[in-house]
């Protein structure tokens, strides 16, 4: 077969870290197959952010496309199960739900359990009503610290959950290393010192490196983080600024030594001006103090931080700086922004790793048959595009979708103006309990209906459907499936004794 100097031959990626060898692991696994050469150019002398250590379930498919054994992967990373987020403080001062990665309920009669619920919830005396969390089995499951693999069969009570990871995002970066190099991915050390683009069409054609040598390519990949060598200081794409609405733009990230028993959930609680994380791991918690720097200073977030932690610091605090956004293209020309050097939205739902797999998934189910594609570039910024506005969307609720006015920061995220999308969604909840659906985007329905109540917006009215059964019959049906569900968590193992034995079966 003869190749035109238009075809694709090699794919660099600039960049380590959790994004390039994503990035890499991947390309090894599905395009190099068919015969692209795949170059990874990384420096030991640039550190990586690598505070992330809290994933979403789609990573879990990610890792079982590319064939990693998820057991020898928990051991590597020190893994814990994550079933959900619990928020607290965010509706109100004192408030606590879970958003859990599975159902609430089942539906009755083609109707989202949730309407029924807000019904028996608007119809309870004395605003004695329990709340919708009492019917998520991922959300008991967190609670009392079990955990058990979900069931296939779709009768089953244990089928109506999924899953992520608690881990060490470096210790995945270097498994996936190992594992891409293994399948002959190329890695080079140095840094990158000059980014040469052709003369005639502006598209990237090297990465020059400290040392003199030029790495050459067909294709780039753009992991170079917050510096965004490729995409914003070669080819000058624009950054479009979100920070009016998602306002915190620094963090504080420690370490701190564990317990015996980590629980399977991942804690966001609301500050004085921004919210701080808790990460349970097996071997200690990573702990961190997102904020708004307009309302607190470096000192008063870290003071908040280590004030909060429950163990002894492993290691001196690590902070960060950064602004909410997105590049205003994440393809330009011959590359394509993979991470943070693509746009940043704060780790409050732990999408950061997600958006690093829809853009390396998307890319390579477009995977062009040249180095400029017109209509697979277009195909892939939309993608892209939706991906990162409904989590926008989404993140920005948390914020808004409040009560509290303690603050200055929380009255002004309180009162702030919302995109039109997100206040249309708020909207056709608050007054029918209808989750708005969509079929490309990260958080569907359940994921919605998590804030909206958690933070008190309950519907005013339910579905039609749910004023013909009948209330006797109704609050049995409630009763029974919370028992049901509350036996079923209660023969579960213990997270700590589920990973033991899960960990221990991969060495025999």
Not at 176 to 199: C, H, M, N
């Amino acid at each position: 077969m003869i190749r035109d100097n238009t075809e694709i031959k090699t794919i660099v990626i600039a960049g380590g870290g959790t994004a390039g060898w994503m990035s890499a692991a991947a390309l090894a696994k599905l395009v190099a197959p068919r015969g692209i050469r795949i170059i990874l150019v990384e420096s030991d002398q640039i550190g990586t952010v690598g505070v992330g250590e809290a994933t979403l379930p789609h990573l879990r498919f990610f890792n079982q496309t590319l064939g990693i054994d998820e057991r020898e992967l928990i051991k590597a990373t020190n893994a814990t199960i994550k079933l959900g987020i619990e928020f607290c403080d965010w509706g109100q001062r004192g408030d606590s739900y879970i958003h859990p990665f599975g159902d609430y309920g089942r539906e009755i009669q083609n109707v989202e359990f949730h309407h029924y619920w807000s019904r028996a919830a608007r119809e309870a005396k004395g605003g004695d009503a329990a709340r919708i969390c009492d019917w998520s089995l991922p959300v008991i499951m967190a609670q009392k610290n079990k955990f058990g693999m979900p069931a296939t069969d779709p009768d089953q009570i244990m089928s109506s959950f999924s899953y992520a990871y608690q881990f060490d995002a470096t210790a995945y970066a270097a498994y996936l290393s190992r594992f891409a190099q293994d399948k002959g991915v190329e890695r080079v050390e140095g840094k990158i010192t000059q980014v040469l683009t052709d003369t005639e069409n502006g598209a990237i054609s090297g990465l020059k490196m400290e040392n003199g040598e030029v790495i050459s390519g067909d294709f780039f990949i753009d992991c170079t983080g917050f510096r965004s060598l490729l995409m914003n200081g070669a080819l000058d794409v624009g950054f479009e600024d979100w920070s009016k609405w998602l306002p915190c733009d620094r963090a504080v990230a420690v370490p701190c030594e564990g317990d015996d028993a980590p629980q399977p959930y991942t804690r966001a609680t609301a500050q004085a001006a921004g919210w701080t994380w808790r990460i349970p791991l097996q071997h200690r918690i990573g702990n961190g103090h997102v904020y708004c720097s307009d309302y607190m200073s470096d000192n008063e977030a870290l003071d908040v931080l280590l004030d909060g932690l429950e163990g002894k610091p492993t290691r001196d605090p690590k902070f960060l700086r950064f602004k909410a956004g997105r590049r205003v293209k994440s393809w330009e020309k011959n590359c394509v922004a993979v991470g943070l050097s693509g746009g940043f939205l704060e780790p409050l739902e732990s999408t950061s790793i997600y958006l690093i797999q829809a853009a390396i998934t998307h890319f390579i189910e477009l995977l062009p048959q040249s180095k400029d594609s017109k209509s697979d570039r277009d195909e892939f910024n939309r993608l892209m595009d939706l991906e990162t506005d409904r989590i926008r969307d989404f993140l920005i609720l948390h914020y808004h979708a409040t009560e509290r006015d303690d603050t200055p920061f929380w009255n002004y995220v309180r009162t702030m103006d919302v995109p039109d999308s997100l206040r249309e969604k708020m909207a056709l909840f608050r007054q029918a309990g209808i989750v708005q659906e969509y079929k490309h985007g990260l958080f569907l329905h359940a994921s919605w209906v998590a804030v909206y109540l958690g933070q008190r917006i309950v519907p005013a009215q339910s579905h039609p459907a749910v004023s013909q059964v009948n209330p006797e019959r109704l609050a049995a049906h409630l009763s029974t499936l919370r028992g049901s569900i509350a036996q079923t968590v209660d023969a579960l193992p213990d997270h700590r004794d589920f990973l033991a034995k899960f960990c221990q079966e991969s060495a025999t």
